[in-house]
Structures are given as C-alpha cells and as structure tokens.
C-alpha cells in the first residue's frame, strides 16, 4: 500500500484538492449534503450519522493531542467523562441551565487537563501515554464510587435543553446539534494547525531539543494542546450528556480512549480530513458489520496494527510536495 | 487476632503478590532495558499465559491429574508456547517500527494488546474460566497466621525462576551479550553480536516469564479472564518503576514492595477496597513525576 | 563588562568531572572560539551555557543576568541562540517553516488569536514571514524556502540552521562546529558568512571548532581547553606558540616516543 499504488485518479484527485478554491468547493458541497440528509435520512441512519459527528468531535480533539503535539493520551475519555458528568450533575442535581452548564464543563474540563498534564508533560512519552492510561481510570473509578456521580449506574433523567423555546429532544435536533459542533472542531483545528502555535507543536514533535534552542517552550506547548484537547472532550461530552439523557462510568472505559485514538490512527494523524474519515470508519464499520459483535474491538485492533505497520501516516493520502 | 499476626500475614500475602508482579516485571524491565521500549502487551502475554497454562492442564489432565507435576508440566509448556509468541510479536510488529518515531511504536504495541486481550475475548465469550485443581488445602499454621503449602510452592518456583534469570544474566555469555546491547547497540554490531537474535532472545524470557505468572495466578485465584492482563500489567510496570526501569534486580525488588505496599494498603481503615486501584495508579503517577528513575535505576544525565 | 562571562564552572556526569572550574567570557562585538582537542568538553560548555545541561556549580552571567538555572527557551529569549553538531533540521518542514521556529520567541499570539484571526494576529504572521525571508535571504537561502528542509543538500542544511538561529534575533550566537563536513570551498564561504553576520547585525559570535585553520582566520579570543580545564587563552599567534596547548593537541614528547 505504498503511495506510488495510488491510482493516478487519486493523485489527480489530491493535486486538485490542494488548490485553496476547489477545496472551498468541495467543503461547500460536503456541507450542504451534510444539511440536506435529514430530510431523506430514515431515524436509524440520522441516529448513526449523529454519533459520526459526534466521534469526529472527539477524535478532532484527541488529534490535537496525538496529531498536533505527538502525545499519546490514553485516557482522553476521561475529559470526555468530565464533560458529561459536569453537565449531568449541575442540570439533574442544581437545576442549572443545559447552556449555562458548558462554560462549566470547559472548565472542569480544562481544569482536568491542567492537573494532569502540568506536572506529566515534561516526562518521556510512554511514561506519559502510562499516566494518561492511568488517570483515565482514576477518573472512571472515581465516577464509579462517588455518590454525586451516582456510582456505577450513573446518572439518570438529565432534562433535554430547550433551544428558543424548541425542545431539543428529536434525533434531527441532535444531527443538528452534533454536526454544526463538528464543523466548529474543523474550523477551530484547522485555524491551530495553520499558527503560530500549530508550527510550535510541529517543532516539538520533529524535535524537542531543537524547538526547545530556537526559543520554544516545550512543556508549555504541551500543555496547550493537551487543554484544548480536553476542552473538545469536555464539550462533546456535555453534549452528549443530554443528548442521552443517562450517563453511566462504562461509557468512559479505557476501551473508549483506545477507540477514539484508533479513530485518530486510521484517517492519518494530524490530518482533518483523514480524523474526519477515521472517525466515521468508527462508527460506520460496526452498524454494517452488524454480525462481528464481540469481534469488533478485534478487528479494530488488528487495522491499527495493520495501518501502524504499513502505512503510519492513516488512509488519508499524504500531501504532494 | 494481635497486631503482630495480621502484620505476619499481611506479609506473607504481600511476598505471594509481590511475586506474582515482579516475575512480570522483570519482562517489561528487560524489554525496556533492551530496546527501549514499553511494551503494552505484556500484561496480555501474562493473561495468554495463563489460559493457554489451562489448555494444556485440560489437556494432560487425564494423564496425570490435575496434581503438581501437571501443573508444573503445563507451566513449562506454556512458557515455551508463550515466550516463542513473544518472540513473533517482536519479529512482526516491533522490529519493523525500531526505526519510527516513538509516539508509532507505542501505538503499534497498544494495537498487539487489544488483539491479545480482544482474542481471548472472542475465544471465551466473555466468560470467567475456572482453573481447577486438586490441591489440598493444607498449609503451615502458626495460629492466627496461616500460609498453605499452594502458597509457599507459588513463592518458591516464582524465586527460583528469578535466581535462574539471575545467573543466566550475569553468568553467561548470552546474558553479557544483552546487557552489552541495551547499553550500546551498535558497538554490539560491530563487535559481531547478532543482535537480533538477543533482542528475540529477550523477548522469549520476558514474555515466559509473564507466562509462568500467569499460570501460578490461575492456581492461586482459580479462575482467568481475558481482561487479567490489563491491570496487572500496569501495577508490574509500577513495580518496575518503583525498582528503576531497566534494572533487573529493581523489577525483582519493586515488584515485592509493590505487592506488600498493596496488602498492607487493605488494612488502612477507612479506605474501601474499590479505591485499591486509584490507590496504586495514584501511586505510579506520583512515582513517575517524582521519582522516575526508581530505586535502582541509573540517573541519566540531568536536563533542565 | 564583558557580554558573556562564565566563572567557575564545574559540570559531572556520575561523579565524572566534566568541567573543572572553567572560566572565560566574550566581550560585546568579537568573534571567539573555544577550543581543544576531541573530548575536552567544548559541546558539554555550550550545552552547559544554553540550559541543556545543568551545571554543579559556577556562574554564568550573560547581558548582565545570571542564566545559570534558566531553561533552553528563557535562554534563548534573553538572547543566546545556537546551532548544532549535528544538524537538528525540522526536516519534514519547508525550509521558511524551519527558519521560522526562530520567531517563535519574539512573538504571542495565543489560542484565540490564532482561531479568530485577530487583526494582530495578522500582523504577526507578516512580520515571522518577513524577518524569516531576511534571514534566509542573509545566508543566500531565499530561493529554496519551499523545498522540504530533509532534502535538501548539506552545506545548504547548515545554512538554515543559521538562519534559524539569526531569526531568534540573538544577540550571541554560539556555533558548534560550524565548518564539520564542509569542503574547502564552503569553508571560505563560512569564513566571510561568519565575519558578515559581525559586521552586518552586529551580533557577538563564538564558535566550538576543531578546525584550527578557520578558528585562527576568524576569532580575536581563543580559549583552549583540555579535559574541561582551561589551559591557555589569547590570540591567535599566543595561542599557537603555547607548549601547553601543542602538548594537548598532539600528546607529549614522551607519549610520542612510545609511539
């Protein structure tokens, strides 16, 4: 599967798409099809498409960590967890406002991302990816025994937010909801990819002695795209809390981080595009291999290892130089 | 029962747990040692060590019962089985990535564990599997202390697998030859060391080893399942932490004050057993932001 | 009172004295070099001197602060930049990105400039581009600011190291081994690109060099060192005539008689 076995029609393709106006094109044309599915889209597949966007949320954000800054995190479930839980506490609990609870869960989120990484970002890489693994479980754990959290069965009854007097609570809310978040994470990456801050993460990760010699700091740009990375996490997973109305701590296993990273890994690290097909490789692959059940994780495992091995840089074609 | 028998007992559990987590991290330490790198699927090396232990006792049980010499028997085998598993893991998905960026390998060792612990999962559904035997419950009783002969037996083989490694490392030719290349593998090149086959050699005693652990942990709590490898593989990395990644003798000694720290952990009051875990990553991140280098460890060069 | 003055210092590895009690210091506007022979501790100064290594002991002052104690990036903010022994390209970057890292220090802009595109935001932008193109364009490099860093030759590989350094606006500029690998040729250029960036940007130099030859054309100060001890300074000629400094480079009479 190396590059020179892209058919020429690809390559044609990818030259094209790098010209700024036909990429224009294509995103317009991609957004529109995006807005106008509902309208022919039945409730399972609408249902199906809105986890899409909302794992494309997710892995954005993972991809900022993992991508960006070359951080293996292995516990982002657990920002996506702190999300979810601020949100279900302060509405189910206070009687706080849906919307007044997402500045909260910004927050806490990147409050989470700060106590973590502050102290971690400045350890070698895979005793870091250990204490994210770590942390993510501390979190799950804690979730699990706390009785604000609502111990392992969670929380229940989340009240569904209303949005000028329209009750959020249809499946085409939510595709809505979940799809114009998506296209906020792309705008917002696609803006840090293209800083200041977007090169310094670059720098650090082709070299940190280097980035470090012309003036860059190291931890410090870590640390940056290890809270906004929690901040997306923290806001997918308010989201998501009242787009299900329950949250339970199993949601936010080590599983779910590796499957989020595995969603980074398959489209092509640090590519939009490619995160964006990786995560709807996610979602999509198991609803049409319906019959895999318990082999999916399997499966899974196995593309990474595949993807790893022969082609590190994802599905996404790499850009043309 | 008097302070002095629950702190005799509490030791006696710590040494059997202790180790348990120092035979698996003595893999994860020599792998590092070797070729720097933290291998994920350790702890499922451990867990695949363990059922494929049962298979074989299923297997030659009516042969020889389920006694010592067929436990001992089905041990052997599933080192041999487990360490040559090892030994393809390297050779397919590590070897290739020696060369790539960390953050790649690291994924590509994260991918070998799910398919480990994925595998299993799908082979047994799920399920607990009971790991039966017809040990006696007899034991040395000392009144309120009591330690069955199981227990001693799971102490004794878990040290002498170490005294074994021990003198293999540093006794014999192939044991200098990897201590020679985890210090500087391309002198070792050059000096006509087939480094490759040590680095694979490695491989086969770490993931046998995890192996051995694996069986004696079916013995000892009866039953296996695939999620076993995910926890103990990270409390051995924090054993190997504790003794200073890399050093042979640091795994052997964290893997013991680990697992005595945790058995006398259970009798602070207060602090329920569901928090045992938090407890123990707690433990390794503190450990990792203070102390990286362990106990035994050697310092590296100080970089600000 | 001299730009860089270092006293004392002393830096081991495992109880390993690496450098005993060295002191030196560049004044303000020269061009100075340390020397000695392989092993004798030079890159272990400058790595000492840019935050790399943590020193045990000694005093560093640099413009008048101390930088003892300071990271790699404060350093390099106060105005000390360097270049490496062996390249450190970003090397899958464009070469107007790598020479742009350089920037990194003498700009701000934050997250929420960087996605709403503020207006000072924009600013920046033009002006990390524009001083990145004047450096590129002082070493002779402007032509190539697109092509990937990794491809492209050698010689051409130092020079954006340089212009990356430049791009820190430094105020010293610490060289090591800037000639290693250069043919005869390059090394005349170096020469003349060394004196340039003197007479040009004013910028104070010193530079690690085993070759003696470029060392004695372009440095007024040599300081020479062997085992991490100083064992003479001076110019050029003092330099070159000191039995110490023949001794260090070419072993003693005696050893030679073994030979």
């Not at chain 2, 123990?280 to 990792?288: E, H, V, Y």
Request: charged share 15%.
């Amino acid at each position: 599967m190396s590059p020179s076995a892209d058919t020429s029609v690809v390559t044609d393709g990818i030259n094209w798409l790098q010209h700024q106006r036909n990429r224009m094109i294509v995103l317009m044309v991609m957004a529109a099809v995006a807005m106008v599915i509902p309208l022919v889209a039945n409730n399972y597949m609408l249902e199906v498409l809105t986890n899409a966007w909302f794992y494309t949320i997710l892995c954005l954000g993972l991809n900022i960590v993992v991508g960006y800054a070359g951080l293996l995190d292995l516990g982002y479930a657990a920002f996506f967890a702190v999300g979810a839980y601020t949100t279900g506490i302060l509405t189910s609990q206070f009687g706080i406002n849906f919307w007044l609870t997402i500045p909260a869960a910004v927050l806490c989120s990147m409050l989470a991302g700060i106590i973590i990484g502050g102290p971690t970002l400045r350890l070698r890489s895979d005793y870091l990816a250990i204490v994210t693994l770590g942390f993510g479980e501390i979190v799950r754990i804690i979730a699990r025994n706390l009785e604000i959290t609502g111990g392992a069965s969670g929380l229940i009854g989340i009240d569904r937010p209303s949005f000028f007097g329209i009750e959020l609570s249809q499946g085409i809310h939510f595709y809505y909801v979940f799809l114009l978040l998506a296209i906020f994470a792309c705008f917002v990456s696609y803006r840090l990819q293209n800083s200041r801050l977007g090169r310094a993460w670059q720098y650090v990760r082709e070299d940190e002695d280097a980035a470090e010699a012309m003036g860059i700091n190291r931890v410090g740009v870590k640390l940056y795209a290890y809270v906004i990375g929690a901040m997306f996490g923290g806001v997918a997973g308010s989201f998501f809390a009242v787009k299900m109305t329950a949250i339970s701590p199993e949601t936010f296993t080590f599983a779910q981080s590796v499957l989020i990273l595995l969603g980074v890994v398959l489209g092509g690290m640090g590519k939009i595009p490619g995160v964006i097909v990786g995560a709807f490789a996610l979602v999509l692959f198991p609803e049409i291999f319906r019959g895999l059940g318990s082999m999916r994780m399997l499966i899974f495992a196995i593309v990474m290892l595949i993807i790893m091995l022969y082609r590190p840089e994802g599905i996404w074609p790499r850009k043309q130089s | 029962m008097s302070t002095l028998d629950i702190i005799l007992q509490q030791l006696a559990n710590g040494l059997i747990l202790g180790s348990f987590y120092a035979l698996v991290a003595l893999g994860y330490t020599m792998v590092y040692g070797i070729i720097k790198l933290l291998n994920f699927a350790h702890g499922d090396l451990y867990m695949v060590g363990g059922f494929v232990g049962f298979l074989i006792l299923s297997a030659i049980s009516g042969l020889l019962g389920e006694s010592w010499a067929a436990i001992v028997c089905s041990m052997v085998l599933s080192m041999l089985a487990v360490g040559l598993l090892g030994v393809i893991i390297q050779r397919v998905a590590y070897r290739p990535m020696l060369q790539a960026p960390r953050l790649s390998i690291l994924i590509t060792a994260l991918a070998v564990s799910m398919i480990l612990s994925n595998g299993v999962m799908a082979i047994t559904d799920g399920e607990y599997l009971a790991f039966n035997t017809d040990l006696s419950f007899d034991g040395l009783d000392f009144g309120n202390v009591f330690i069955s002969y199981t227990q001693l037996a799971l102490v004794v083989s878990a040290s002498l697998l170490m005294v074994i490694l021990y003198l293999f490392v540093n006794k014999t030719l192939y044991g200098k030859a990897m201590r020679a290349i985890a210090i500087d593998q391309d002198a070792c090149k050059l000096m006509g060391i087939n480094v490759n086959r040590i680095i694979a050699m490695t491989f086969f005693i770490g993931s046998s080893l995890a192996a051995a652990a694996g069986v004696m942990a079916g013995v000892y709590y009866g039953s296996l399942h695939f999620s076993m490898g995910f926890v103990i593989g990270l409390k051995a990395f924090t054993a190997a932490v504790i003794g200073g990644i890399g050093s042979i003798p640091g795994a052997m000694l964290g893997g013991l004050v680990l697992g005595l720290l945790e058995a006398f952990g259970t009798q602070i009051p207060f602090v329920g057993s569901e928090w045992k875990d938090v407890f123990s990553f707690g433990l390794l991140i503190l450990l990792l932001i203070l102390k990286p280098t362990g106990i035994l460890g050697k310092t590296e060069i100080e970089r600000m | 009172m001299a730009l860089l003055e270092v006293q004392n210092l002393v830096l081991s590895f495992a109880g390993l004295e690496v450098i005993r009690e060295l002191g030196f210091s560049v004044e303000q506007g020269t061009i100075a070099s340390l020397i000695g022979p392989n092993g004798a501790g030079k890159t272990s100064v400058f790595n000492c001197l840019t935050g790399f290594y943590r020193p045990d002991s000694g005093r560093i002052h640099f413009n008048d602060h101390s930088i003892l104690r300071l990271k790699p990036h404060k350093i390099t903010q106060a105005g000390m930049a360097r270049t490496f022994q062996n390249l450190r390209l970003f090397k899958s970057m464009t070469v107007l990105e790598n020479v742009m890292s350089g920037m990194h220090c003498r700009t701000s802009t934050g997250v929420l400039g960087s996605i709403f595109h503020t207006p000072s935001q924009q600013r920046e932008e033009e002006l990390i581009r524009r001083v990145s193109e004047e450096c590129l364009a002082f070493v002779g490099l402007l032509d190539k600011k697109d092509r990937h860093a990794g491809n492209l030759p050698y010689g051409d590989q130092r020079r954006v190291e340089w212009a990356r350094a430049l791009a820190t606006k430094p105020k010293l500029l610490l060289l090591d081994e800037p000639a290693a690998g250069l043919n005869h040729d390059e090394k005349q250029e170096l020469i003349e690109l060394i004196l340039h960036i003197r007479k040009e940007l004013g910028i104070t130099i010193l530079l690690i060099e085993h070759d003696m030859g470029l060392v004695m054309k372009v440095s007024e100060k040599i300081t020479v060192i062997d085992y991490g001890k100083k064992i003479a300074e001076g110019t050029a000629v003092e330099v070159q005539s000191n039995p110490k400094v023949i001794e260090a480079y070419l072993g003693s009479e005696d050893e030679e008689d073994l030979l």
